[in-house]
C-alpha cells in the first residue's frame, strides 16, 4: 500500500503556472507507476500525465494530448514525490487533480486538489 499526499492546487488565471506535488509514503522505486489524473464538473475523471517510476531513476511520460506541450511531470526521487508543472492553463483545465500510484494492479489514489482557471 501507499499513501498519496497532494498540494499545490489554487485558483490561477488563463496563461498562469501551477505545480502540484504528489508525496508518496514510500519509496517511489518500489511503485510501478504515478502520475494525475482530473475530474472537472458532469464529467469522468481523465488521465493527464504519468511517469514510470519501478526500479529506475528516470522514467518515461505519458500526457493527454490536451496538455502536451503545456503540462510536465517529474520525480524527485529523494523526496518520493512527484510534480506536474502546469503552464499556459486554460479554463478547461479547471478540474480536482488526484495523484495516483499503481502498484502491480491495485491503484491508489490522493484526496484530490482543485485548480480553478478563471479570471
Known amino acids: 500500500q501507499v499513501q498519496l499526499v497532494e498540494s499545490g492546487g489554487g485558483l490561477v488565471q488563463p496563461g498562469g503556472s501551477l505545480r502540484l506535488s504528489c508525496a508518496a509514503s514510500r519509496n517511489i522505486f518500489s511503485i510501478n507507476a504515478m502520475g494525475w489524473h482530473r475530474q472537472a464538473p458532469g464529467k469522468q475523471r481523465e488521465l493527464v500525465a504519468a511517469?514510470?517510476?519501478?526500479?529506475?531513476?528516470?522514467?518515461?511520460?505519458d500526457y493527454a494530448d490536451s496538455v502536451k506541450g503545456r503540462f510536465t511531470i517529474s520525480r524527485d526521487n529523494a523526496k518520493n514525490t512527484v510534480y506536474l508543472q502546469m503552464n499556459s492553463l486554460k479554463p478547461e483545465d479547471t478540474a480536482v487533480y488526484y495523484c495516483?500510484?499503481?502498484?502491480?494492479?491495485?491503484?491508489?489514489w490522493g484526496q484530490g486538489t482543485q485548480v480553478t482557471v478563471s479570471s
Open positions: 495516483y500510484g499503481r502498484i502491480l494492479r491495485d491503484d491508489y
Open positions: 511517469i514510470s517510476t519501478y526500479g529506475t531513476p528516470y522514467g518515461t511520460t
